[in-house]
């Protein structure tokens, strides 16, 4: 097989970086991964997941074997793509990313933290991944390594004008393929599924964008504001 077009998502909580790991998936070219580095991260981090025990219990933890898995892995396939929480990479040598196309999906900090609460009550900035993708915003600038930045709501409003953008990143051609999937789990889907996808496996498509008017509880405006201050610079570099 010809050299393998690798693509890597960089995604903040509850930003449809699932739905979009399920888009690619749809393509008959494309091989995807879920979180390879959630062990790694878990494991590093001793931050709480209602997955937390199941998933040190499975996977692989050694961020040097997961990376070299990463990348050279062995597909039939010519596209790899895998989903990651920017926030996975934590105190790594970002060295690897060099052999990646890289995708930074960023959401309203409001948006995002009315949802992301629901599951973990009281997030901290480390959870919020804004600040770590600024950083490898960064790094990916300095070391010239292709990227785009994407805001969920883009994709939600016009998904096939998103799609074609973020293909485009990796010069592969779009497939409408991208647009639907069936309603259901994958089978690459990680062990943590049956705590957050719930939404994903109840649909087959990218949702229709709805804005939140709801009232920040009191206890999220201090993050909110700290995260809004990063989302802003974010989207400095969407384009």
């Given at each position: 097989?010809?050299?393998?077009?690798?693509?890597?998502?960089?995604?903040?909580?509850?930003?449809?970086?699932?739905?979009?790991?399920?888009?690619?998936?749809?393509?008959?070219?494309?091989?995807?991964?879920?979180?390879?580095?959630?062990?790694?991260?878990?494991?590093?981090?001793?931050?709480?997941?209602?997955?937390?025990?199941?998933?040190?219990?499975?996977?692989?933890?050694?961020p040097e074997n997961i990376i070299e898995q990463i990348v050279n892995p062995t597909i039939n396939k010519p596209v790899f793509f895998i989903k990651n929480m920017a926030n996975h990479l934590i105190d790594l040598n970002w060295s690897f990313l060099d052999n990646f196309y890289n995708?930074?999906?960023?959401?309203?900090?409001?948006?995002?933290?009315?949802?992301?609460?629901?599951?973990?009550?009281?997030?901290?900035?480390?959870?919020?991944?804004?600040?770590?993708?600024?950083?490898?915003?960064?790094?990916?600038?300095?070391?010239?390594?292709p990227f785009v930045v994407v805001d969920s709501k883009e994709i939600l409003q016009n998904p096939e004008k998103a799609l074609k953008r973020i293909c485009s990143l990796a010069s592969i051609p779009f497939s409408v393929e991208m647009l639907n999937w069936e309603k259901g789990p994958l089978k690459e889907d990680g062990i943590w599924a049956k705590y957050w996808y719930n939404n994903v496996h109840s649909s087959n498509s990218f949702g229709k964008y709805v804005s939140n008017d709801q009232k920040l509880p009191i206890h999220l405006i201090d993050i909110y504001e700290k995260c809004l201050i990063h989302y802003n610079q974010i989207l400095k570099f969407q384009s």
């Open positions: 097989m010809s050299k393998i077009i690798k693509i890597a998502l960089w995604s903040g909580p509850r930003n449809i970086s699932t739905a979009l790991m399920y888009s690619f998936a749809n393509r008959n070219d494309a091989k995807v991964v879920d979180e390879p580095l959630f062990g790694y991260f878990l494991n590093y981090s001793g931050v709480w997941r209602p997955s937390r025990k199941e998933v040190l219990e499975s996977m692989e933890l050694i995708i930074i999906l960023t959401r309203d900090p409001r948006d995002m933290l009315m949802s992301y609460s629901k599951h973990v009550g009281n997030p901290t900035m480390l959870d919020t991944c804004y600040e770590i993708q600024l950083e490898l915003i960064e790094y990916l600038t300095n070391k010239a390594i």
